[in-house]
């Protein structure tokens, strides 16, 4: 499925807005992810939750979902981050894994 692709040229300003339809919304392109969106992009990734499903979640594209989540393995360390994400899945899935053991 084709998303469409709005382009709105502001001539007094020079300035191009790109708006794509995503999840029956319009969502403009190139704005700043506010950090509420953020922390949740990293909350539900640290719960197991998909690429998709948090996109769908949060209102925000695919794309956004993994450069979150890459920006902030970079900025804590990746095995870190990925470690945090396996404990995050064993305890979705009641791995015998307690809380009190952690």
């Known amino acids: 499925m084709k998303m469409p692709i709005y382009i709105y040229f502001k001539p007094e300003n020079k300035i191009m807005d790109i708006y794509f339809f995503f999840n029956h919304h319009y969502i403009k392109m190139g704005i700043k992810i ?5 922390s949740a992009i990293i909350d539900a990734w640290l719960r197991g939750e998909t690429r998709d499903n948090i996109a769908l979640e949060i209102e925000v594209a ?7 989540i890459e920006e902030w393995q970079n900025k804590i360390g990746a095995y870190d981050a ?8 064993a ?3 009641g791995k015998n894994i307690f809380y009190s053991m952690c």
């Open 34 to 38: 506010p950090e509420h969106k953020r």
């Open 82 to 89: 990925n470690n945090l994400r396996k404990l995050g899945l």
């Open 91 to 93: 305890l979705k899935k």
């Open 62 to 68: 695919g794309g956004t979902v993994s450069n979150v």
